[in-house]
T-cell receptor, first 113, second 111 residues
């Protein structure tokens, strides 16, 4: 069974803090993705990575950065958290040819106060 | 850019059949996926269509018409546990390794 885990289920941070969201997958997938999910807006892609140390911007990368030092781990970084980054963050992974079948983690509900 | 349209809400009764539509606008369309997400849960993959026609997986089927830029998810013999949000997602040539998701359809199954 593919397993994608995320470091926290719920997180509360203050405005201006640096925030790290961690994601680990155990299926040796090359592709990893970070999405945010907001009511009425669906899932929006922040960044994705198709290999170690490789990354590409998604549709809403502003205010975020990512790091992929190991194949199984993909980190999302909020350099200076703001209240408009309060959201559900979902990590996913897939094989290179399998972007249509992505495996999602349980999500991290981030609240920035 | 890409845009997808799906109804925000659909209600149906247990045992019935329901169809959730998805229309898309994208250049270089490649394929359409469907995902299910229960409240508080992670999205899970249901199906994928790259070619026109119907793909069946148990009670769920997915249809694609490339010429009409349209697809749908068909759920048969509805059960209460099918109450969830359903998302369509498209990939397109030149888009690299990524999907664009729709805003989701919340399906409520009633007794």
């Amino acid at each position: 069974d593919v397993k994608v885990t995320q470091s926290s289920r719920y997180l509360v941070k203050r405005t201006g803090e640096k925030v790290f969201l961690e994601c680990v997958q155990d299926m040796d997938h090359e592709n990893m993705f970070w999405y945010r999910q907001d009511p009425g807006l669906g899932l929006r892609l922040i960044y994705f990575s198709y290999d170690v140390k490789m990354k590409e911007k998604g549709d809403i990368p502003e205010g975020y950065s990512v790091s992929r030092e190991k194949k199984e781990r993909f980190s999302l970084i909020l350099e200076s958290a703001s209240t408009n980054q309060t959201s559900m963050y979902l990590c996913a992974s897939s094989t290179p040819g399998g972007i249509y079948e992505q495996y999602f983690g349980p999500g991290t509900r981030l609240t920035v106060t | 850019g890409q845009s997808l349209e799906q109804p925000s809400e659909v209600t149906a009764v247990e045992g019935a059949i329901v169809q959730i539509n998805c229309t898309y606008q994208t250049s270089g369309f490649y394929g359409l996926s469907w995902y299910q997400q229960h409240d508080g849960g992670a999205p899970t993959f249901l199906s994928y269509n790259a070619l026109d026609g119907l793909e069946e997986t148990g009670r769920f089927s997915s249809f694609l018409s490339r010429s009409d830029s349209y697809g749908y998810l068909l759920l048969q013999e509805l059960q209460m546990k099918d109450s969830a949000s359903y998302f369509c997602a498209v990939g397109f040539t030149g888009g690299g390794n990524k999907l664009t998701f729709g805003t989701g359809t919340q399906l409520k199954v009633e007794l």
